[in-house]
């Protein structure tokens, strides 16, 4: 059975932010219960990192606007003959409640950013080593504490960050299944298309080609470059076949 990589390209600014929440909530998640220095760690500079992210940004209205701009392209499948018109319905009930929810909720990162041990720790982590003990008592007693506190605490920092995962989890998942993928040929490893407006370059590529692709362009028009892991001895097929979606 043939092994595909799955390669996510952002086409436009705020896809490329929403792209980097998910991964960076995805990873505070990822190491969870926090039970040792390493995975408080590995919490702690996702948690900054992600901090980081709201502070470039005004994220809570970039994912307003795309839940209205969904809402209306959901209202423009209801007028296709033979559309599913329940499941359009509950969709955009849906997307109604998030951006509710959304609207409803304090400033994004707000509670995390006032956290004292929060904030000690993001300090601290921009210098080598700097988390340690003697540098860091409380973190160090924070992680003598029993498991089941920790866990309390944990999952209260996380439960303020569920408006904004709910509502972007949405909103990818329907960008995500707004394109099928289909079958393209790339010449002498390159490849370029039209972007028709989309959002999101999704490609599959069979893993035992051992290729990545370099993608640069816009919403308008793209370019991909396939480049062999081997730099010195791989090669790249004349013609290379991957599936491609622009959603």
């Not at 209260?156 to 289909?182: C, E, G, H, V």
Request: with cysteine.
């Amino acid at each position: 059975m043939q092994t595909h990589v799955l390669f996510e390209h952002p086409l436009n600014e705020k896809m490329r932010t929403w792209l980097r929440i998910e991964f960076l909530i995805q990873q505070m998640k990822a190491l969870l219960p926090v039970s040792d220095h390493a995975s408080a760690l590995h919490f702690f500079r996702n948690v900054g990192d992600l901090l980081d992210v709201f502070e470039r940004g005004d994220t809570r209205t970039e994912l307003l606007k795309e839940l209205e701009r969904q809402q209306r392209k959901l209202q423009s499948w209801a007028e296709v003959p033979g559309v599913d018109n329940e499941r359009i319905e509950s969709l955009r009930h849906e997307l109604k409640a998030r951006s509710s929810m959304l609207m409803a909720a304090p400033r994004l990162g707000q509670t995390l950013r006032e956290d004292r041990l929060i904030a000690l720790v993001r300090q601290r982590l921009s210098i080598p080593g700097g988390c340690c003990s003697f540098d860091l008592p409380l973190l160090h007693v924070w992680l003598c504490s029993p498991q089941e506190e920790r866990d309390v605490q944990v999952n209260s920092w996380l439960a303020t960050l569920q408006p904004l995962t709910y509502t972007l989890d949405m909103i990818l998942d329907l960008i995500r299944q707004s394109a099928p993928f289909r079958k393209q040929t790339s010449l002498n490893g390159f490849y370029q298309d039209n972007g028709d407006d989309a959002d999101l370059l999704r490609l599959q590529l069979p893993l035992e080609e051992a290729l990545y692709p370099q993608i640069s362009g816009h919403k308008s028009r793209f370019a991909i470059r396939f480049m062999p892991l081997d730099s010195e001895h791989g090669r790249v097929p004349e013609r290379f076949d991957f599936e491609l979606a622009c959603c």
